[in-house]
């Protein structure tokens, strides 16, 4: 999300101590429980290829536990996939 990324550079800028910086992180994290990002506008600016495979991948990796999701070499399936969309 923009907007925290605006959150986050204002926190430096001023200097925030980062005790009350993590708190409010924490808030952030907390209040958009991972909705933090635009995924549609995101997923919008990439190719048809790239597009069509990030969301193959995620409905994959939403079907996985955490602890499989571990186990997946996110490195060997970004090389694949920019091979495979270049």
């Not at 009350?20 to 635009?38: N, P, S």
Request: charged share 30%; proline share 1%.
């Amino acid at each position: 999300m923009l907007q925290f990324k605006q959150v986050e550079e204002y926190m430096i800028y001023r200097k925030l101590p980062r005790n009350l910086r993590q708190r409010i992180t924490d808030y952030y994290e907390h209040r958009y429980q991972g909705k933090m990002f635009d995924e549609k506008s995101i997923l919008g600016e990439l190719n048809e290829c790239l597009r069509e495979v990030s969301s193959t991948a995620l409905a994959f990796l939403e079907q996985l536990s955490i602890g499989d999701r571990r186990l997946v070499s996110s490195n060997a399936a970004v090389g694949s996939v920019v091979e495979w969309c270049s």
